[in-house]
């Protein structure tokens, strides 16, 4: 029968750590399975073969040497109940070192991109790509494993992202934070990485992440007039960036991808209908005359009832990544013109396509039921939808100060 047993390797880093391993012996013979976790010498208690209550981690790493010790006993149970008790010591090394070396945080990603992308979801995989690449520039993140993302690891990085010459925003790193979460959690429900590891939460020590709240400013109906009448027969690139900012502000604020996939077959009398992308949830909205209006000025343009109705994704083909790159390429124009458009207009506000949802929020502000704006936004839960309209609800503040200053 083979015994295991937790000891310090002897041999130290350049920072004086060593490595925690896990030795088997059988029939006098040892090998050894490295944990990739390392302590200085002075951490470990060699009677009780545990890390020192000194350590600031002593209880999460001894959680951890435990969850090894089980988890190579009972493959070793396996694998002598397997071979009726004939296996050689270096086969118990290859077998159980197979089971539970250490799990390359990066390469699990990248099988994460492959699911990804097997759903299609190439959207997603376009925002969290960046996500990943920024970890990777992180020094100490070089060859990372899961069980090498520590709190105290995750403190660092996130030290790391706030320093002046990454000048990265608080969402940033909240974004960056929940990509390592998500991953995490794949792995642990995996079985890949032991629950007694887990960085995040609200104890003690744990990295707790906050999702900082952001400032949505939209236009008001004041300014979306001066939009509508500002003329722009000069300039066709600024009249048409217009069109597609209004046509989604009509639509209660429908985002560009879906404004730019909009086809001809979406049109049915006075309805339109689509699947947003974000939730493929179905959506039917009423056109307006202001609407029709605009489509009634691309109608010339319509080849079939399959042909997009803004010359955005005229040239793409069925390829999902083709839609996504000629998207991204044409909200980045729309963003360009509207910049202009708002110098001419003497609209001091940032204007882009997505400020087309947060104006039509603004301008609802507390007009329209909330259950009604839920429906318009297609949100799950109603709680999404009293957060987002929280950002235009202003009339209780007004008319506070108004009380106490005098209006």
Known sequence: MATVKALLWKRKNKAGECTIAIRITKNRKSTYIHTGQKIKPHDWDEVTSQVKKSHPNSKRLNNFIASKIIEANKSLLEIETESNNNIQIADIKRTISGKHKSHSFYEFTEFYFQELGRNKKYSRINAERPLLNRIKRYPKAKNLTFEAITPQFLRGFISYLRSSKNNIGERTIVNNLIFIRTLYNRATHQNLISKDLYPFGNSEGKIKIRIPKSI????????????????????????????????????????????????????????????????????????????????????????????????????????????????????????RCLRQIAHRADITKKLTMHVARHSFGNISGDRIPLQVLQKLYNHSDIKTTIEYQQNFINKDLDEALDLVIGA
């Open 216 to 335: 949505k400013i939209g236009l008001t109906a004041e300014e979306i007039t001066i939009l509508e009448t500002l003329d722009l027969s000069d300039d066709p690139k600024q009249h048409h960036a217009r069109n597609v900012f209004l046509f989604s502000f009509y639509l209660a604020g429908m985002r560009v991808a879906d404004a730019l996939k909009m086809k001809w077959a979406n049109v049915q009398g006075e309805r339109i209908y689509y699947t947003m992308s974000k939730n493929h949830k179905n959506l039917s909205l009423k056109i307006h005359n202001k609407l029709q209006k605009i489509l009634d000025e691309y109608h010339p343009n319509k080849t079939s009832e399959k042909d997009y109705i803004f010359p955005e994704l005229k040239s793409a083909t069925n390829d999902p990544k083709d839609i996504l790159r000629l998207t991204k390429i044409g909200n980045k124009k729309l963003n």
